[in-house]
T-cell receptor, first 114, second 113 residues
Framework: AQSVTQLDSQVPVFEEAPVELRCNYS??????LFWYVQYPNQGLQLLLK??????LVKGINGFEAEFNKSQTSFHLRKPSVHISDTAEYFC????????????FGKGTHLIIQP | ETGVTQSPTHLIKTRGQQVTLRCSSQ?????VSWYQQALGQGPQFIFQYYREEENGRGNFPPRFSGLQFPNYSSELNVNALELDDSALYLCASSLERAYNEQFFGPGTRLTVL
């Protein structure tokens, strides 16, 4: 079985400051890792994904994440946030086979303060 | 290229009723997954359909069922609705079963009274 823990339910940060959203996972098999963003009253949009290869993954809107196998982490970072980044962020894991779907964390609400 | 669409947007039902939610997958995608997102929670995997067959299922009872049609659109049916079924239901489509990327629709908000 797989699980995802997002350590912070809310992260307030000032505009133009850096931010890190934390994600830890557990799985008995190799995993694929994802970060999704959800704006109010909308579906999920993929920010970035780790499938294999380089452990530093760059995504859309200036976000990046680093896969750390030894610490079973996949933290999301952005060097300078904007008001428009205010949203709910979800970390997800998959074994890749498809039959077990994506397992999501409970989400982190990123609040950008002017 | 048309994205994933879902209908209806909102729905209100009473306990014990049945509901059908619909999803049109992105052009060229043959795999559809359904998720339930309760308020304040992350989405939970209900099941996946690949080429009209159920390909995998999460921890949901049999009263949650689905269909996939030859054009790869999909339905989620829920029988004997319970109050706890109130949630946002998300459909996601992908190319084949692999997780290169799942494209999510905007969801259907179901309220059970």
């Amino acid at each position: 079985a797989q699980s995802v823990t997002q350590l912070d339910s809310q992260v307030p940060v000032f505009e133009e400051a850096p931010v890190e959203l934390r994600c830890n996972y557990s799985s008995s098999v190799s995993v694929y890792l994802f970060w999704y963003v959800q704006y109010p009253n909308q579906g999920l949009q993929l920010l970035l994904k780790y499938l294999s290869g380089s452990t530093l993954v760059k995504g859309i809107n200036g976000f990046e994440a680093e896969f750390n196998k030894s610490q079973t982490s996949f933290h999301l970072r952005k060097p300078s946030v904007h008001i428009s980044d205010t949203a709910e962020y979800f970390c997800a894991v998959s074994s890749g086979g498809g039959a077990d779907g994506l397992t999501f964390g409970k989400g982190t609400h990123l609040i950008i303060q002017p | 290229e048309t994205g994933v669409t879902q209908s209806p947007t909102h729905l209100i039902k009473t306990r014990g009723q049945q509901v059908t939610l619909r999803c049109s997958s992105q052009s060229g995608h043959n795999t559809v997954s359904w998720y339930q997102q309760a308020l304040g929670q992350g989405p939970q995997f209900i099941f996946q359909y690949y080429r009209e067959e159920e390909n995998g299922r999460g921890n949901f009872p049999p009263r949650f069922s689905g269909l996939q049609f030859p054009n790869y659109s999909s339905e989620l049916n829920v029988n004997a609705l319970e109050l706890d079924d109130s949630a946002l239901y998300l459909c996601a489509s992908s190319l084949e079963r692999a997780y290169n990327e799942q494209f999510f629709g905007p969801g259907t908000r179901l309220t059970v009274l």
